[in-house]
């Protein structure tokens, strides 16, 4: 069975720093296509950032230049630093991941097949 689980959240001021992890366990493929989204206060769930099985990183706008996702294979651990915080950066981040058969876009979330519980981020201002 597939777990999926993330850490790493908590409260900051805007401007400051948190690093994010997903460990992905019960998953027999060597690399997959893996993905952070995040949801706030009365908003959709909406995709961060991306990384397909070929290693490609695709960021959205809005968090292009302040976060950074990376990944360690053999441990099947997915990171997200996120830099440069701001008020409107608050919501629960969530990790998830599908086989690489096929990679969806993150602004396609109802194809990502393994979800974690989420990690919430607070950032004051």
């Known amino acids: 069975q597939v777990q999926v689980a993330e850490s790493g959240g908590g409260s900051v001021q805007s401007g400051g720093s948190l690093r994010l992890s997903c460990a992905v366990s019960g998953y027999n493929y060597k690399v997959s296509c893996l993905s952070w989204f995040r949801q706030g206060p009365g908003k959709q769930r909406e995709g961060v950032a991306r990384?397909?099985?070929?290693?490609?990183?695709t960021y959205a706008e809005s968090v292009k230049g302040r976060f950074i996702i990376s990944q360690e294979n053999a441990e099947k651990i997915l990171y997200l630093q996120l830099n440069s915080l701001k008020p409107e950066d608050t919501a629960m981040y969530y990790c998830?991941?599908?086989?690489?058969?096929?990679?969806?876009?993150?602004?396609?979330?109802?194809?990502?097949?393994?979800w974690g519980q989420g990690t919430q981020v607070t950032v004051s201002s």
């Open positions: 990384i397909d099985s070929l290693g490609k990183i």
């Open positions: 998830a991941a599908t086989p690489p058969i096929f990679c969806p876009s993150f602004l396609d979330v109802g194809s990502w097949q393994y």
